[in-house]
């Protein structure tokens, strides 16, 4: 009946008629949010009614909210990539003078014989700085490649209990330091087709948690296997803080924590990054806690990753 130029200018809901046609226009969006305008035409000789233009008003509004949506959900897309992308150059950035750094001190603690006592200290300090740094980096840029599905996995068989073992024996360390102890319960061997370095990193996470929330109390490793579900499983379990039943989901998030109570070091990614690593090798993560009384963490994993 009209030219979409003269639809266009639609102000306000209205029925016209001419002959036996007639026709509703309703504007989609409000003055200064305008996206367009919604029309309907007959032509049998029924005339549209109020309930007709009353139901065309209500679908021009909620075109009007679905494309405000949209633009936003746009916008914050683009915002996030923004700064995924700037993440992931601050940290390959990063990485560059760290490597320098790193090499510096390896050349120091390679004569650190002939260093005197206060100098050597200061130089231990470094060094845990620098590996503190060094781990930084490697979180934010694991953030991304989770974020944009872009974490590759390198497949081969071996036996998670080998996995804990060798981890277990690198942090015993950090176990002496804290007036701690990490007892093994391993129902092995527990051979599936994972990426040995990514499960290194998961038993890592799980095990750094278990120490900074456990209180110095005892951790307690165990693994195994499901023979009836085909898969092998994997437990960490401290007697530390544990966590509120309305804080557990939100743990696996990053930069969350489950906890207010002090331990703020780190970015709250270790989490965030097993729950990554595990998802993409087919497996769940998942969490039994209740506080004062300790956490528990399982993870299982299928046998056989498939792609």
């Not at 009353?54 to 494309?67: T, V």
């Not at 490649?145 to 015993?172: K, W, Y």
Request: proline share 3%; net charge negative.
């Amino acid at each position: 009946m009209e030219a979409p130029v003269a639809l266009a200018a639609t102000v306000r809901g209205e029925v016209r008629f001419e002959g036996e046609r007639s026709r509703i226009s309703v504007p989609i969006g409000m003055r200064g949010d305008r996206f367009g305008v919604l029309s309907f035409a007959r032509c049998d000789g029924a005339a549209h009614g109020a309930a007709d233009l009353s139901l065309a008003q209500e679908l021009g509004e909620r075109l009007s909210l679905a494309i405000r949506n949209a633009r936003e959900h746009m916008a914050l897309a683009a915002a996030l990539g923004d700064r995924e992308r700037l993440i992931s150059i601050a940290a390959h950035e990063l990485r560059n003078p760290l490597c320098s750094v790193r090499f510096c001190l390896q050349t120091l603690e390679r004569n650190g014989a002939a260093l005197a006592s206060p100098a050597a200290k200061m130089l231990e300090i470094m060094a845990r700085g620098e590996r503190k740094i060094a781990r930084l980096i490697d979180d934010l840029l694991d953030l991304g490649r989770i974020r944009t599905g872009q974490m590759e996995m390198e497949l081969s068989p071996f036996d998670l209990c080998d996995v804990v073992r060798d981890v277990s024996a690198l942090m015993e360390a950090q176990t002496v330091d804290i007036g701690s102890s990490l007892n093994l319960e391993l129902d092995g061997p527990v051979v599936g087709c994972w990426d040995r370095a990514r499960l290194d990193q998961v038993v890592s996470n799980l095990l750094a948690n278990a120490f900074k929330y456990g209180q110095g109390r005892p951790v307690i490793v165990r693994a195994g296997v499901d023979r009836q579900r085909e898969v092998g499983w994997l437990a960490v379990v401290d007697q530390g803080l544990g966590i509120e039943r309305e804080l557990q989901e939100g743990i696996f998030e990053p930069f969350k924590r489950g906890t207010s109570i002090g331990h703020r070091e780190g970015l709250g990614l270790g989490l965030f990054i097993v729950r990554g690593i595990v998802e993409q090798l087919g497996g769940a993560v998942r969490v039994d806690s209740r506080p004062g009384v300790g956490s528990t963490f399982v993870v299982e994993l299928p046998l056989q990753v498939s792609h």
